[in-house]
T-cell receptor
């Protein structure tokens, strides 16, 4: 029973264009969502988060959108850079459950120069 | 300041042997988590420590897995009688706890059971 799903295992984008990574969840109790970026042989690095009381959070080139009614969130990277090439994981948690994270399966982003 | 550190970075063991993995969280972080990532998959939650409370062990896959934490510092994850399906990257994360949901991860321990 996958509570957090990233349906696209990979995405290829040209440098300078927008990258859009999608994530769907099924558990309506989730109230905090995060995106992590992972390079090979390294641990995941926190990128950006959003609370369920918001529908958008922006940090530089990264914006996360949350659509609670659709149980869907997305990460937009504009403009995409070759250094953004990595695996991106979305994660969700319930603050009352100790913040343990439930992760999606990841999307491998490749930004071509 | 120093991030989360884990040791060893790589471990190769024979089926049936016990292994111990170590995690040093960020100083001052009261919450500590263990996750596992099998090849080509997402991260699976294993166990969670928050301060002096009893740990949440709901993610441990079998009774061969156990973990301890000394106060609010080092944690060890022990896998007894390892099996080939235990091969994975074991990741540790820490956070400030409470309502602070951002977890910071270590580099992981790559375990290979032959």
């Amino acid at each position: 029973d996958q509570q957090v799903k990233q349906n696209s295992p990979s995405l290829s984008v040209q440098e300078g264009r927008i990258s859009i990574l999608n994530c769907d969840y099924t558990n309506s109790m989730f109230d905090y969502f995060l995106w992590y970026k992972k390079y090979p042989a390294e641990g995941p690095t926190f990128l950006i988060s959003i609370s369920s009381i918001k529908d958008k959070n922006e940090d530089g080139r990264f914006t996360v959108f949350l659509n609670k009614s659709a149980k869907h969130l997305s990460l937009h990277i504009v403009p995409s850079q070759p250094g953004d090439s990595a695996v991106y994981f979305c994660a969700a948690s319930t603050l009352n459950a100790g913040n343990m994270l439930t992760f999606g399966g990841g999307t491998r982003l490749m930004v071509k120069p | 300041g120093a991030g989360v550190s884990q040791s060893p970075s790589n471990k190769v063991t024979e089926k049936g042997k016990d292994v111990e993995l170590r995690c040093d969280p960020i100083s001052g972080h009261t919450a500590l988590y263990w996750y596992r990532q099998r090849l080509g998959q997402g991260l699976e939650f294993l166990i969670y420590f928050q301060g002096n409370s009893a740990p949440d062990k709901s993610g441990l896959p079998s009774d061969r897995f156990s973990a301890e934490r000394t106060g609010e510092s080092v944690s060890t994850l022990t896998i007894q009688r390892t099996q080939q399906e235990d091969s994975a990257v074991y990741l540790c994360a820490s956070s400030l706890g409470g309502t602070q949901g951002t977890q910071y991860f270590g580099p992981g321990t790559r375990l290979l059971v032959l």
